[in-house]
């Protein structure tokens, strides 16, 4: 059932602030502050409808203030502000977009801890966007792979940075090394699946057997201008 938790003051738990799961809460305009671990973790979802994180502050808590998952992420996040948090990042839990996702800017870098897949079976193939100033930190081994590998699962990519507010697939380490992450994946995906990337930077790359920052294997359409892909391991496309 719908929960509406707005204009209150959620504070010093030694766990989680707010803790969710198999709910799609609205969280809207609230303080969420020293707290021991979480300020907010948004687990599983139950459905279609989606939480919706807007206008908090988030401050002073002992992990990250804000954790997703892409089963459940957010239908609005805008808005929020971040102080003081252990580690100032959205920890972001991947796994296979099957609908048509934003991951918008925040002010946060969000940090992924598992590959991010974007497909679906059969057309219109699942877009994922990424809004420009947005700042993926993938974890170790994994990677962003968009389409399945046929045409039966197709999935696009629409990254549109900016000179001012580039997109950026790095490495989540405080010193990267090359072959640090997979790096971006795209292969096959039907005849309406596309690739943009605009004003982006892909780094530290080349993690599994495509020993790439970025790896192409289709004949749809991939376009890829005003970036830079540099500190693979192997090949940087």
């Given at each position: ?28 305009d ?8 979480y ?20 401050s ?10 892409l ?87 629409f ?30 995906g ?48």
């Amino acid at each position: 059932n719908p929960v509406t938790l707005t204009h209150s003051t959620i504070r010093q738990s030694d766990g989680y602030g707010i803790y969710v799961t198999g709910s799609a809460p609205i969280l809207e305009d609230n303080t969420i502050t020293d707290n021991a671990t979480y300020g907010v973790y948004l687990g599983s979802g139950t459905g279609a409808t989606k939480p919706t994180f807007q206008r908090n502050t988030v401050s002073n808590n002992g992990a990250y203030p804000l954790h997703l998952e892409l089963t459940n992420f957010p239908s609005a996040l805008t808005g929020n502000t971040y102080t003081t948090n252990a580690i100032q990042a959205i920890e972001l839990v991947g796994g296979t977009f099957t609908t048509d996702t934003t991951l918008p800017f925040d002010g946060l870098p969000y940090v992924v801890t598992s590959t991010i897949a974007v497909y679906k079976y059969l057309d219109p193939p699942v877009t994922l966007t990424i809004a420009p100033g947005v700042r993926l930190q993938f974890a170790a081994a994994t990677g962003l792979l968009v389409s399945g590998g046929n045409a039966s699962y197709p999935g696009a990519l629409f990254a549109q940075g900016s000179a001012s507010q580039p997109i950026t697939l790095t490495a989540n380490s405080a010193s990267p090394t090359p072959g640090f992450w997979n790096g971006l994946s795209v292969s096959d995906g039907g005849p309406d699946a596309s690739v943009l990337c605009d004003y982006c930077v892909i780094e530290y790359g080349g993690a599994d057997s495509a020993n790439a920052n970025v790896y192409l294997n289709t004949s749809n359409p991939v376009t890829l201008t005003h970036s830079t892909i540099r500190q693979s391991d192997g090949y940087g496309i």
